[in-house]
């Protein structure tokens, strides 16, 4: 059959609809449009249906039944991801699964400091549920307002509170997955020591739907900080936030709950494009920090620790200005502005984005390196550098010459991510730190990783899946 023109089997639809119930099979083009593209608009893609399971046994029933008959499956949660993996094919031959009818928070054990929820949930909404109970769930991203837990945890994301609690990996202790097969993985527990064997559920955080289909998971919460404070700094270089970063990091601890580095550019972006916006020091640097303490013990004592950090800076030199939120209001305000920096760059044309991660002490020596190598590949070409320094992640991206042709310039995407991941290659860093594969970055994994892991990998899958049904296409 013609992978052009081929769709999915009428009858074999029925079947499918028949699990789910008519409601929740959707085959009208306008039900089935915002399933079928992704954020940037980069990937797009076909389906006739699309269908929203109550339960993981109607999960169960989907999957048994696309192994039967070798239909694909692409599981998708919110639809926020950056990479594709959650957009099928142009084939209009796979279905995708949407998890958001399996949303409800199941429990929140205060005496373990657990959540278990359903892959569907919302992560604001988690957050918010937390906070009812006077605990903290950590993982903050852009999307928190539509992304849900278990698109968070297929792609392993990041975000900004990964320098003191770590990625979503960290933050998983148990999972329920169904296999391809349509078997059940129920490994829901609350455990923070198990050595009984492989970590079976580590296989699926990260996989990008590949393997299995998570349906719930078991989150770790944290006691809520009696103190948060949140400062905007203003400093001439990256190796001025390296040494602000290694003292805060040094005096603070696990107390430094925030570190993100942000270049001038993206920030002259926001003030351009979002009139709102407030500068947040009252001369512009071309290097600036937000960096955010938290305490446990009180607020006093988280201002007093940053109070400490910025003096230090100041007295060192390493810091030429800074600010701390006086209230909430504020703190949301510096939040929102860092926020909208991906937002900010659509106007101003064409933009080449890299997620990469170096090690934190090779930041300054790869923003040198990188913005050279930039102006080698397009002269001109606007770098707009953002991102979490505390852990070794930034977006960088790079914005388009002042009035150059958008397409012409999108034409130098390869020779540019070459330019700039030859670099991420040679100090041992990552050209995909928090973002996944999906189908952006699976050609480029495949060439540049070791032979052995790529036969791992797919020993791996052809193990979960081997009708091949599993999001097809991406990641390996």
Same mark, same amino acid.
């Given at each position: 059959?013609?992978?052009?023109?081929?769709?999915?089997?009428?009858?074999?639809?029925?079947?499918?609809?028949?699990?789910?119930?008519?409601?929740?099979?959707?085959?009208?083009?306008?039900?089935?449009?915002?399933?079928?593209?992704?954020?940037?608009?980069?990937?797009?893609?076909?389906?006739?249906?699309?269908?929203?399971?109550?339960?993981?046994?109607?999960?169960?029933?989907?999957?048994?039944?696309?192994?039967?008959?070798?239909?694909?499956?692409?599981?998708?949660?919110?639809?926020?991801?950056?990479?594709?993996?959650?957009?099928?094919?142009?084939?209009?031959?796979?279905?995708?699964?949407?998890?958001?009818?399996?949303?409800?928070?199941?429990?929140?054990?205060?005496?373990?400091?657990?959540?278990?929820?359903?892959?569907?949930?919302?992560?604001?909404?988690?957050?918010?549920?937390?906070?009812?109970?006077?605990?903290?769930?950590?993982?903050?991203?852009?999307?928190?307002?539509?992304?849900?837990?278990?698109?968070?945890?297929?792609?392993?994301?990041?975000?900004?509170?990964?320098?003191?609690?770590?990625?979503?990996?960290?933050?998983?202790?148990?999972?329920?997955?169904?296999?391809?097969?349509?078997?059940?993985?129920?490994?829901?527990?609350?455990?923070?020591?198990?050595?009984?064997?492989?970590?079976?559920?580590?296989?699926?955080?990260?996989?990008?739907?590949?393997?299995?289909?998570?349906?719930?998971?078991?989150?770790?919460?944290?006691?809520?900080?009696?103190?948060?404070?949140?400062?905007?700094?203003?400093?001439?270089?990256?190796?001025?936030?390296?040494?602000?970063?290694?003292?805060?990091?040094?005096?603070?601890?696990?107390?430094?709950?925030?570190?993100?580095?942000?270049?001038?550019?993206?920030?002259?972006?926001?003030?351009?494009?979002?009139?709102?916006?407030?500068?947040?020091?009252?001369?512009?640097?071309?290097?600036?920090?937000?960096?955010?303490?938290?305490?446990?013990?009180?607020?006093?004592?988280?201002?007093?620790?940053?109070?400490?950090?910025?003096?230090?800076?100041?007295?060192?030199?390493?810091?030429?200005?800074?600010?701390?939120?006086?209230?909430?209001?504020?703190?949301?305000?510096?939040?929102?502005?860092?926020?909208?920096?991906?937002?900010?760059?659509?106007?101003?044309?064409?933009?080449?984005?890299?997620? @990469?991660?170096? !090690? +934190?002490? /090779?930041?300054?020596?790869?923003?040198?390196?990188?913005? %050279? *190598?930039?102006? =080698?590949? $397009?002269?001109?070409?606007?770098?707009?550098?953002?991102?979490?320094?505390?852990?070794?992640?930034?977006?960088?991206? @790079?914005?388009? !010459? +002042?009035? /150059?042709?958008?397409?012409?310039?999108?034409?130098?995407? %390869? *020779?540019?991510? =070459?330019? $700039?991941?030859?670099?991420?290659?040679?100090?041992?860093?990552?050209?995909?730190?928090?973002?996944?594969?999906?189908?952006?970055?699976?050609?480029?994994?495949?060439?540049?990783?070791?032979?052995?892991?790529?036969?791992?990998?797919?020993?791996?899958?052809?193990?979960?899946?081997?009708?091949?049904?599993?999001?097809?296409?991406?990641?390996?």
């Amino acid at each position: 059959m013609n992978a052009e023109t081929s769709t999915l089997d009428p009858a074999l639809a029925e079947r499918f609809a028949a699990i789910v119930g008519e409601r929740h099979a959707l085959r009208d083009a306008a039900d089935i449009t915002p399933h079928v593209a992704e954020p940037r608009g980069l990937f797009g893609g076909r389906t006739s249906l699309v269908l929203k399971p109550g339960s993981p046994e109607e999960v169960s029933q989907i999957l048994k039944l696309a192994t039967e008959t070798g239909t694909p499956i692409v599981p998708q949660g919110g639809n926020t991801g950056l990479v594709g993996g959650q957009i099928p094919d142009a084939t209009g031959r796979e279905v995708i699964l949407s998890l958001s009818r399996l949303n409800r928070i199941r429990e929140i054990d205060l005496a373990s400091n657990t959540a278990t929820v359903e892959a569907g949930v919302i992560l604001q909404l988690l957050q918010e549920e937390a906070a009812r109970n006077d605990r903290f769930f950590p993982l903050a991203l852009g999307s928190q307002g539509s992304c849900q837990i278990g698109g968070n945890l297929s792609s392993n994301a990041g975000g900004i509170g990964a320098l003191a609690y770590g990625v979503a990996r960290d933050l998983c202790l148990g999972l329920e997955v169904v296999l391809p097969t349509g078997e059940i993985f129920d490994d829901l527990r609350k455990l923070k020591k198990d050595n009984t064997g492989y970590d079976l559920k580590d296989l699926f955080v990260g996989a990008e739907g590949t393997l299995g289909v998570i349906t719930a998971a078991v989150v770790k919460l944290y006691p809520k900080p009696k103190g948060r404070e949140l400062a905007w700094v203003g400093l001439g270089s990256p190796i001025d936030a390296l040494r602000l970063f290694e003292f805060a990091n040094d005096r603070a601890g696990t107390a430094l709950t925030m570190f993100e580095l942000i270049e001038r550019t993206p920030l002259d972006f926001v003030l351009r494009h979002f009139p709102a916006t407030r500068p947040p020091l009252a001369e512009s640097h071309p290097w600036n920090v937000m960096l955010e303490v938290s305490s446990h013990r009180s607020g006093e004592d988280a201002r007093t620790l940053i109070e400490d950090i910025l003096g230090t800076g100041l007295e060192e030199g390493w810091v030429a200005d800074a600010t701390i939120a006086q209230n909430e209001t504020q703190q949301m305000e510096l939040r929102q502005m860092r926020e909208d920096m991906s937002d900010a760059q659509r106007p101003e044309g064409g933009s080449i984005k890299h997620d @990469i991660s170096v !090690p +934190v002490a /090779a930041i300054p020596e790869f923003i040198e390196r990188a913005g %050279r *190598a930039v102006q =080698e590949v $397009v002269p001109g070409a606007r770098v707009v550098c953002f991102g979490h320094m505390g852990d070794g992640n930034l977006h960088y991206n @790079i914005a388009q !010459p +002042v009035g /150059a042709d958008k397409d012409e310039y999108l034409g130098h995407y %390869r *020779a540019m991510n =070459e330019a $700039v991941h030859s670099i991420v290659r040679a100090l041992g860093g990552s050209f995909s730190a928090e973002h996944g594969i999906g189908r952006m970055k699976r050609a480029e994994l495949l060439a540049t990783q070791p032979a052995i892991a790529t036969d791992l990998m797919r020993r791996v899958k052809n193990a979960f899946d081997p009708a091949g049904i599993m999001n097809p296409g991406k990641v390996i």
